[in-house]
């Protein structure tokens, strides 16, 4: 990955509290997976999207900037959590609020 799109990751996760990479976007999710990620997420807060099929050089650079093989991508205080099914569990086990409030490390 060259360091112009490190940097623009870097930005992206650094500047906003909730940020997902996604297939499309907020109103127009292109995967199921991404809308599950979506959804649960908004009942958090404001979410910051990134359309991964608009730019397939960001498509395969968010996979190596965060060593995850799979779209979406969910980033909370800065910090990579995972995908749709970690996001699923930490809802469920009710840990992602805290995690979002930064009660909890991510």
Known sequence: MNAELKSRFDKEVGNHKIVLFMKGNALFPQCGFSARALHILQQHGEVHTVDVLADPEVRQG??????????PQVF????FVGGSDILMELEERGELADMVAGKTPA
Do not use: R
Not at 62 to 71: A, D, G, H, Q
Not at 76 to 79: A, E, L, S, V
């Open 76 to 79: 909370i205080n800065g910090k």
């Open 62 to 71: 968010i996979k190596e900037y965060t060593n995850w093989p799979t779209i």
